[in-house]
């Protein structure tokens, strides 16, 4: 080599110990090195070694070498490896296996185009950075699809380790959206997808939700399916299972885990009891109005200050709030279904089922003295669930982190670009997950 690191006399077939250093690949030399403005390219072979037939063992023969370009982590520019791989031929007439190469599974892939180390480098990329896909590629100097072909059977594999659901004893499930086109579910799938995140607490009593799996559709039965593939040890280990107000996944928790304690989620009552007022608030608009709401109605233009707690109104919150209900409220059914959402809150709030069924009671007042029929089928799903809302009463389990692993999901439909259908959507959603590891 004609640069500094070669050894001093030595010929340009010669390999430089310190260049095989620099650049980090166990098993092969360095022959090479060559800067250009767009890129670099290095040449490297593997010392000499004796080499039998992979079939029947007899020494083969030499024949030559032919040169692989392999795309490698990339540096200021990127690095395209010429890998002068070696060629054999068995010398046995009666031998299927004729002409031969070496192989290197610490260098590449049979076929492959890109490095191991560089497949490990873009699966780290797109764990801990967030990393497109396509900005991956742009950076190795290759295509989308040739990336993702090298990435996608290491993901699948760390998908299929059935590992990562060890020591799983509170279990969360809701549903994602995948694609809003309805009309393209024969090729894409079906809209909706139901995941499963691990809400175990630690010893600290510190919840790190981890995304357990994704599968298509949002069903009980195909939540029932997930748990029947599941391992015995891993059903017997559940032993809190939290999900919204959806008689599916319910269902599947009763016929798969009878032994885990169903457990409803407070955000979803809170918004059923947000959306019972919305829902008065629009029918008392096209009944006395003849129309939707506007701007100049106090009870539209203040739509989100009636959804907000009490308990985190100002002064002058209470002052607009007392303005809406008597200037925009002629029947008083605004303001009941107002207090029968708090009434709802307060419950949730207590602590002890003594507390909750006083709460209840008083609440089941406020809907009978309000006689509509918005807050009576609230009211309906209440009784309903009364059995899973007591176990959060005394439990505390919310299903809040599920809602944060959904929201991530949605960040990185945001930034994985190019997915086309959930099998791979699936394996890049669980490599960014807590129950993942970049390898």
């Given at each position: 080599?004609?640069?500094?690191?070669?050894?001093?006399?030595?010929?340009?077939?010669?390999?430089?110990?310190?260049?095989?250093?620099?650049?980090?690949?166990?098993?092969?030399?360095?022959?090479?090195?060559?800067?250009?403005?767009?890129?670099?390219?290095?040449?490297?072979?593997?010392?000499?070694?004796?080499?039998?037939?992979?079939?029947?063992?007899?020494?083969?023969?030499?024949?030559?070498?032919?040169?692989?370009?392999?795309?490698?982590?990339?540096?200021?520019?990127?690095?395209?490896?010429r890998?002068?791989?070696?060629?054999?031929?068995?010398?046995?007439?009666?031998?299927?296996?004729?002409?031969?190469?070496?192989?290197?599974?610490?260098?590449?892939?049979?076929?492959?185009?890109?490095?191991?180390?560089?497949?490990?480098?873009?699966?780290?990329?797109?764990?801990?950075?967030?990393?497109?896909?396509?900005?991956?590629?742009?950076q190795?100097?290759?295509?989308?699809?040739?990336?993702?072909?090298?990435?996608?059977?290491?993901?699948?594999?760390?998908?299929?380790?059935?590992?990562?659901?060890?020591?799983?004893?509170?279990?969360?499930?809701?549903?994602?959206?995948?694609?809003h086109?309805?009309?393209?579910?024969?090729?894409?799938?079906?809209?909706?997808?139901?995941?499963?995140?691990?809400?175990?607490?630690?010893?600290?009593?510190?919840?790190?939700?981890?995304?357990?799996?994704?599968?298509?559709?949002?069903?009980?039965?195909?939540?029932?399916?997930?748990?029947?593939?599941?391992?015995?040890?891993?059903?017997?280990?559940?032993?809190?299972?939290?999900?919204?107000?959806?008689?599916?996944?319910?269902?599947?928790?009763?016929?798969?885990?009878?032994e885990?304690?169903?457990?409803?989620?407070?955000?979803?009552?809170?918004?059923?009891?947000?959306?019972?007022?919305?829902?008065?608030?629009q029918?008392?608009?096209?009944?006395?109005?003849?129309?939707?709401?506007?701007?100049?109605?106090?009870?539209?233009?203040?739509?989100?200050?009636l959804?907000?707690?009490?308990?985190?109104?100002?002064?002058?919150?209470?002052?607009?709030?007392?303005?809406?209900?008597?200037t925009?409220?002629?029947?008083?059914?605004?303001?009941?279904?107002?207090?029968?959402?708090?009434?709802?809150?307060?419950?949730?709030?207590?602590?002890?089922?003594?507390?909750?069924?006083?709460?209840?009671?008083?609440?089941?007042?406020?809907?009978?003295?309000?006689?509509?029929?918005?807050?009576?089928?609230?009211?309906?799903?209440?009784?309903?669930?009364w059995?899973?809302?007591?176990?959060?009463?005394?439990?505390?389990?919310a299903?809040?982190?599920?809602?944060?692993?959904?929201?991530?999901?949605?960040?990185?439909?945001?930034?994985?670009?190019?997915?086309?259908?959930?099998?791979?959507?699936?394996?890049?959603?669980l490599?960014?997950?807590?129950?993942?590891?970049?390898?």
């Open positions: 080599m004609s640069n500094a690191t070669a050894r001093l006399g030595a010929r340009t077939t010669d390999p430089c110990v310190r260049c095989d250093v620099l650049l980090g690949l166990d098993g092969v030399q360095v022959e090479h090195v060559e800067r250009g403005p767009t890129g670099m390219t290095v040449t490297v072979s593997t010392p000499w070694q004796l080499m039998g037939c992979p079939r029947c063992g007899v020494v083969a023969v030499g024949r030559g070498r032919r040169v692989r370009a392999l795309h490698d982590v990339p540096g200021v520019v990127p690095v395209t490896i890998w002068r791989q070696r060629t054999w031929r068995c010398p046995d007439a009666g031998c299927p296996v004729g002409v031969f190469v070496e192989q290197h599974p610490h260098l590449v892939r049979p076929r492959g185009s890109l490095t191991c180390r560089a497949v490990t480098w873009a699966i780290s990329q797109l764990h801990h950075e967030h990393a497109t896909v396509q900005g991956l590629a742009r190795l100097g290759t295509t989308w699809k040739t990336l993702w072909r090298a990435v996608r059977p290491r993901l699948q594999a760390l998908a299929d380790d059935e590992s990562r659901l060890a020591g799983v004893a509170t279990l969360g499930v809701d549903e994602h959206v995948w694609h086109t309805p009309h393209k579910s024969a090729t894409k799938g079906p809209t909706m997808l139901t995941g499963m995140v691990d809400l175990t607490r630690d010893s600290d009593g510190t919840v790190h939700a981890r995304l357990l799996d994704l599968v298509p559709g949002r069903s009980g039965t195909v939540f029932a399916a997930w748990l029947t593939d599941r391992t015995a040890a891993f059903r017997d280990g559940v032993q809190v299972a939290t999900l919204d107000p959806f008689r599916g996944y319910a269902n599947a928790l009763r016929d798969e885990l009878g885990a304690t169903p457990v409803l989620d407070a955000f979803h009552l809170v918004k059923l009891a947000n959306d019972t007022l919305t829902a008065v608030r029918r008392l608009s096209r009944d006395h109005k003849g129309r939707r709401g506007r701007l100049v109605d106090p009870s539209w233009a203040n739509c989100k200050l959804l907000r707690g009490a308990d985190t109104l100002s002064e002058r919150g209470w002052d607009r709030l007392e303005q809406v209900l008597r925009d409220d002629p029947t008083d059914e605004l303001g009941a279904a107002w207090g029968i959402k708090e009434q709802l809150r307060r419950l949730l709030k207590t602590t002890t089922l003594a507390d909750a069924h006083e709460a209840k009671m008083l609440l089941g007042h406020y809907v009978m003295v309000a006689d509509m029929p918005e807050t009576d089928r609230l009211w309906n799903t209440i009784c309903a669930w059995a899973e809302i007591e176990v959060l009463i005394i439990t505390g389990v299903n809040a982190r599920t809602e944060a692993a959904n929201t991530s999901i949605k960040n990185i439909k945001r930034t994985g670009r190019g997915f086309r259908n959930s099998d791979n959507y699936r394996a890049r959603i490599l960014s997950s807590a129950a993942r590891r970049a390898v």
